[in-house]
């Protein structure tokens, strides 16, 4: 089945940088757009960042734009988010997700948190 597992959340002070990780199995990762979303306590879900399978054409959400960097490496089945010059307005905890046949898919979350 579908597992994607988050990791490299934590604490950051402002202005800081941190990467995620999603190690991603049971589907042929490269051929499937990945993505990552957050959530902030009390606020909805958002997307973050998306990046397609083959041409890896990536889309930011205008928050983050210039300073976060989604890529991937289909051969460790992985998708990375690094996010750098971090603000307080970034803590939550960020999702890895994909779609498939009209389904979505999520990973537990990884808890990011920017204070000083």
């Known amino acids: 089945q579908v597992q994607l597992v988050e990791s490299g959340g934590g604490l950051v002070q402002p202005g800081g940088s941190l990467r995620l990780s999603c190690a991603a199995s049971?589907?042929?990762?490269?051929?499937?757009?990945m993505s990552w979303y957050r959530q902030a306590p009390g606020k909805e879900r958002e997307l973050v960042a998306t990046?397609?399978?083959?041409?890896?054409?990536?889309n930011y959400a205008d928050s983050v734009k210039g300073r976060f960097t989604i890529s991937r490496d289909n051969a460790k089945n992985t998708v990375y988010l690094q996010m750098n010059s971090l603000k307080p307005e970034d803590t939550a905890v960020y999702f890895c997700?994909?779609?498939?046949?009209?389904?979505?898919?999520w990973g537990q979350g990884t808890q990011v948190t920017v204070s000083s």
């Open positions: 990046i397609t399978s083959v041409r890896r054409t990536t």
């Open positions: 997700n994909v779609r498939r046949y009209d389904r979505n898919y």
């Open positions: 049971g589907f042929t990762f490269s051929n499937y757009a």
